[in-house]
């Protein structure tokens, strides 16, 4: 019995496939109108998940470990998608040409 209650939750909490697909729409119907625009966005979300994770790994190995601070991982791994992201806005406003 206790098996059964684990997969129900594992499947309602953690291994949600409706929510975990539903994660990636925003992004292409935001941009999906034009397959330019939507190539962009791709270039963008690959280019901020790759600076992202090395970002992360830095601070995680020399800042947090060290000192300690590992309960600060979520946040500080948030605010390092949101300076990138933001970063990455800025300069796409400043390349269109729309």
Do not use: R, W
Request: proline share 2%; net charge negative; hydrophobic share 60%.
């Amino acid at each position: 019995m206790n098996i059964y209650i684990l997969i129900l939750i594992s499947s309602i909490l953690v291994n949600n496939y409706l929510m975990s697909q539903f994660l990636g729409i925003c992004p292409f119907l935001g941009v999906s109108k034009d397959t330019s625009t939507a190539f962009g966005m791709g270039m963008a979300v690959t280019f901020v998940m790759a600076l992202a994770s090395l970002m992360a790994y830095i601070i995680q190995e020399f800042l947090l470990i060290p000192l300690n601070l590992e309960y600060l991982q979520t946040i500080a791994f948030i605010l390092v998608i949101a300076v990138l992201v933001q970063i990455v806005e800025m300069v796409l406003k400043k390349v269109s040409f729309s």
